[in-house]
């Protein structure tokens, strides 16, 4: 158990809609990260927020948002789904501070089919 | 982007051979790192390496920084099953906003 708790597991949902997962980071963690993992194309980092604050960006699509509450979980919307989105949605925490070491704590994954 | 071509993609040993899988890129990295990643779960950190030629060992598992700083390789010896998994090797570049780059996985089965 990393510490990192995501929900849902799992989640079937039409093109078209929204959806949010969340996530809780490991006690004292200020840094969450969240990962897209799908078949073709691995783990690709989406965005990072350090103590409430968006931190960096990566290859996120315009269709999906996140944020970091004052409580420190995290939440990334998904909207207007397509096919393709549908993957494996990792959130990880980061003890670390706001420079990445690149130690991280993944949670289980949230797994996103589209319909 | 910065690319980590990872191999081989997937490997079938016996159980108690030994096993190496490596990652090269065009790109230097300050760090790497090797994940693995068990069906249905996360991936969990196994070794960091900071220092280029760093050769550092966790139980049976050993892996290098490579002297280029492009290149990485994990060791595993007398594999047992629970070494079943996906193996990601991830480089950290330098900067202020630096994030994980990740390998596309070495799958390996382990046979009883």
């Known amino acids: 158990d990393s510490g990192v708790t995501q929900t849902p597991k799992h989640l079937i949902t039409a093109t078209g809609q929204r959806v949010t997962l969340r996530c809780s980071p490991r006690s004292g963690d200020l840094s969450v990260y969240w990962y897209q993992q799908s078949l073709d194309q691995g783990l690709q980092f989406l965005i990072q927020y350090y103590n409430g604050e968006e931190r960096a960006k990566g290859n996120i699509l315009e269709r999906f948002s996140a944020q970091q509450f004052p409580d420190l979980h995290s939440e990334l919307n998904l909207s207007s789904l397509e096919l393709g989105d549908s993957a494996l949605y990792f959130c990880a925490s980061s003890q670390s501070g706001r420079i990445n070491t690149g130690e991280l704590f993944f949670g289980e994954g949230s797994r996103l089919t589209v319909l | 982007g910065q690319q980590l071509n990872q191999s081989p993609q997937s490997m079938f040993i016996q159980e108690g051979e030994d096993v190496s899988m490596n990652c090269t890129s065009s790109s230097i990295f300050n760090t790497w790192l090797w994940y693995k990643q068990d069906p249905g779960e996360g991936p969990v950190l196994l070794i960091a390496l900071y220092k280029a030629g760093e050769l550092t060992s966790n139980g049976r598992l050993t892996a290098q920084f490579g002297i280029t700083r492009k290149d990485s390789f994990l060791n595993i010896s007398a594999s047992i099953p629970s070494d079943v998994g996906i193996y990601f090797c991830?480089?950290?570049?330098?900067?202020?906003?630096?994030?994980?780059?990740f390998g596309s996985g070495t799958q390996l089965t382990v046979l009883p």
């Open positions: 991830a480089g950290l570049s330098s900067g202020s906003a630096r994030q994980l780059t």
